[in-house]
Structure formats: C-alpha cells, structure tokens
C-alpha cells in the first residue's frame, strides 16, 4: 500500500512554533552552531517505494534563520506497485530571512521510479543555501528511472527552473561522453545572497566535471559529476567554505 505524508517546519527568530512529522517523515530539533535554528529530518521506514506521495514543507518567518538536513541517505526504492513516486518539497524564505537547505544524498536504485520537485519562494532580501545530491543506482547496478526539477522565485520573478532526468525513459545520451560519461554522482549547490549584487562570483570551471555559474540575480549555481558521493562532497563543500558570505 503506497503511503501519503506532508512534514511541516515553520521557522520564526524564537524558535520552531511548527515541527510536525508525517508517516516515514520524521523531524527532530537538533543542536545548531550560531543563531539557526537546526531540524534533521529522519526516516522511520523505507521510502519513498513506487506510489508513495511525500512532501515536505518549510516556512522561515522573517528574520528567522534555518539550517535543515538530514541523518541519512534517502534511497527511492521500487514498490509492490508500478506507479510513479513523488517527493515534493516547498520552501519559502521570507524578509532578511535565511534557510540552508542540506539534506544527504538520493539514491535511485534499481527498478525505483522517482519524480522529485523542488519548489522555493524567496523575499527580495532572503538567503538561501541549497544542495541536492542525487546518486544513480547502489554500488554495481543500474540507476532506477529520476527526475529531478528545481525552480526558484526571488520576489515573485523566475530565478532558476532546471530539470534533470536520468535512466530508463530519460532522453538519449545522459549517460554519454558529453553529459554524465559513466560518472554516477551528480550534484547542484545553489547559493542566494543579496551580497552578490555589489560583489558577483566570477563563473569558473573547479576542476574536471564542475562548474560554477553566476545566474540572472544575486546568486550562483554550481552543477557537478562525481565518480562517486564522496568525491561529489568534496567538490560542493570546498565551494561553500570559499564563497559562502560570512
């Protein structure tokens, strides 16, 4: 039987008024350097399996500060079922607000089905932080079928709408010399800050299989390959230390 579950946090500059889990969603406070609140998100069993419908949504109040990740890897699983799964999360950011957004990886495995939509809503002087990390199939097997889309609104104008699809029933040539070529790790870290309009980052390449680029406002988007997560970390982290606004 596929599951139905909405987690909830709503961060506020006193605290978490809202932290509600769901089925396999589970939230738990934990403790935060500086002056974020902190929220690790848990899972109490096995999913996202073919059919479930899981969502999670977060609302940082103006003024309010929200570093949020994750205890493990989240692994998309084929169920008893054929049908599509979904994984929808909702962020908003609000006036002077901030949200760090850094769950672990998303492995699709095997047989798995998987659309994930990312969808945030950001005031003009919010910051966000967001990494996601999707790993296509478990050591030695073939990825299940991932799509993955993101898209970003900074007070209310279009900043960022990409999808990435990879497996059976993506377009040909994903896997090909000239897109992943047999790396199975791929990575985007994007960065908002209205620092950026009077100091832009310069677009670059990091190394084989990375590239930062300034986008159509004050922020960045560095898309990544990796032979594997590990390496895939190294590669987002080593950017965050160097160009993350103190």
Same mark, same amino acid.
């Given at each position: 039987?596929?599951?139905?579950?909405?987690?909830?946090?709503?961060?506020?500059?006193?605290?978490?008024?809202?932290?509600?889990?769901?089925?396999?969603?589970?939230?738990?406070?934990?403790?935060?350097?500086?002056?974020?609140?902190?929220?690790?998100?848990?899972?109490?069993?096995?999913?996202?399996?073919?059919?479930?419908?899981?969502?999670?949504?977060?609302?940082?109040?103006?003024?309010?500060?929200?570093?949020?990740?994750?205890?493990?890897?989240?692994?998309?699983?084929?169920?008893?079922?054929?049908?599509?799964?979904?994984?929808?999360?909702?962020?908003?950011?609000?006036?002077?607000?901030?949200?760090?957004?850094?769950?672990?990886?998303?492995?699709?495995?095997?047989?798995?089905?998987?659309?994930?939509?990312?969808?945030?809503?950001?005031?003009?002087?919010?910051?966000?932080?967001?990494?996601?990390?999707?790993?296509?199939?478990?050591?030695?097997?073939?990825?299940?079928?991932?799509?993955?889309?993101?898209?970003?609104?900074?007070?209310?104008? =279009?900043?960022? /709408?990409?999808?990435?699809?990879?497996? *059976?029933? $993506? #377009?040909?040539?994903?896997?090909?010399? @000239? +897109? %992943? !070529?047999?790396?199975?790790?791929?990575?985007?870290? =994007?960065?908002? /800050?209205?620092?950026?309009?009077?100091? *832009?980052? $310069? #677009?670059?390449?990091?190394?084989?299989? @990375? +590239? %930062? !680029?300034?986008?159509?406002?004050?922020?960045?988007?560095?898309?990544?390959?990796?032979?594997?997560?590990?390496?895939?970390?190294?590669?987002?982290?080593?950017?965050?230390? @160097?160009? %993350?606004?103190?």
């Amino acid at each position: 039987m596929s599951v139905r579950a909405t987690a909830r946090i709503v961060a506020a500059p006193e605290g978490l008024p809202v932290l509600r889990s769901d089925g396999p969603l589970a939230l738990r406070r934990t403790r935060a350097a500086g002056p974020y609140s902190r929220v690790t998100v848990v899972g109490a069993m096995s999913a996202p399996l073919g059919g479930d419908r899981l969502a999670v949504e977060a609302e940082v109040r103006d003024g309010a500060r929200l570093h949020v990740d994750s205890a493990a890897a989240t692994i998309a699983l084929p169920g008893r079922t054929p049908e599509q799964a979904r994984y929808d999360v909702k962020l908003t950011v609000g006036a002077d607000a901030e949200l760090r957004w850094l769950p672990e990886q998303l492995i699709s495995a095997r047989g798995s089905d998987l659309r994930m939509c990312t969808r945030v809503e950001l005031a003009a002087t919010a910051r966000l932080v967001l990494r996601e990390e999707q790993i296509l199939g478990r050591l030695g097997e073939e990825p299940g079928a991932l799509a993955a889309r993101l898209t970003v609104r900074r007070a209310g104008r =279009l900043l960022l /709408d990409q999808e990435l699809r990879y497996g *059976p029933g $993506a #377009p040909g040539g994903w896997d090909g010399p @000239a +897109v %992943l !070529a047999g790396r199975r790790a791929v990575g985007q870290l =994007l960065v908002v /800050d209205p620092a950026f309009e009077d100091k *832009p980052v $310069a #677009p670059r390449l990091l190394g084989d299989g @990375a +590239v %930062l !680029a300034p986008l159509a406002g004050p922020a960045f988007l560095v898309t990544a390959v990796a032979e594997d997560a590990r390496r895939l970390r190294s590669v987002l982290d080593e950017v965050l230390r @160097a160009e %993350l606004p103190r």
